[in-house]
C-alpha cells in the first residue's frame, strides 16, 4: 500500500513546456481523495515550485535544490543546507574549467554573470523571476545552497560531474537535474533524504513511499522508496533503475503512472 508519492518536477510533472496539464492535476487530487500523500521534490528554487502550490493543493512541505532548502507551502523554510564554505570557490572553478556558465542560489537570489547565458531565458520563465546580474561570484561563498554548471555540451556537464565526484568525493552532491545541468549541493541535500525526511515527518514506512522522476539525481530517491516508476523520456540507465516505467511527460506520464500503479484504475 502507497500512502505518499513523492515526484520530481521537470521532466516529470510538468510536460516540456513546463505547464501543468488538467490530467495530472486530476490525478494529483485523486491522490487526495485516495488518501495519499503527494510532495514534490526539484533542482528548482522554493519560488520556482510556488506556481504549483494552488492548483495542486499542496500540502506537504516543498523540497527544493534537490532537498538543500525545505519550506512549508507558504514559502516558511523548514530545513536548510548549504555548501560549505570553502568548496564555493574550488567548486566555481571546477565548472568553469569544463567551460560551464555558473549559476549561484543564495538565499533568495539567483545569481549569474552572463545574462544572456545558455538557458537563463528559459530558466526564468520556468521559475517565474530573473536573475541578480553580478560582476563576480567573489564574497558570496556563505549561504550558497545550489551551485550549477550550464552548458550545451551534454558531454562536458557529465565529465564535469565525474570529475567534481572525483575531486570533492562525499563533501558535496554533484548530480545532473537535465542532460544541461549540472547541480552542486551540500552531501545531504539529496532526493534520497528528501525521501527519508518525509517519511520521517509522517511516520510513514518508506516501503510505503512512491518516487517518479527521469533524471540520474532522481535514482538515489528510487532507491530508498518502496515503488519506483521512471518516465518514458527518461534514459535507459535511469529506466533501468526503476521497477516501473511510464510514459513521457508529453504524453501524460505522470497521471498514467499515477492511475496504473498507484490507484490501480483505469
Known sequence: MIRLLLSDVDGTLVRSDKKLTERSIEAVHALHDAGVQFAVTSGRPPRGMEMLVEPLSLRTPLAAFNG??????DMEVVEQRVIPEHLV??????????ELSVWVYRGADWLVRDPDGPHVARESSTVQFSPTVVTSFDGVESGVAKLVGVSDDHEAVAKASSAAQEQFGDQV???RSQSYYLDVTHPDANKGRVVKFLSATYEIPTDEIATIGDMPNDVLMF??????????NADREVQRAARHVTT???????????????????
Not at 538543500?68 to 507551502?73: A, I, T, Y
Not at 570557490?89 to 569544463?98: F, T
Not at 532507491?223 to 518514458?232: K, R, V, Y
Open 68 to 73: 538543500g532548502l525545505v519550506v512549508e507551502p
Open 89 to 98: 570557490g574550488p567548486a566555481i572553478e571546477l565548472l568553469e574549467s569544463h
Open 173 to 175: 552532491s554533484a548530480s
Open 223 to 232: 532507491a530508498h522508496s518502496g515503488l519506483s516508476i521512471a518516465m518514458g
Open 248 to 266: 513521457t511527460n508529453d504524453e501524460d506520464g505522470f497521471a498514467n503512472a499515477v492511475f496504473r500503479f498507484i490507484l490501480n484504475s483505469p
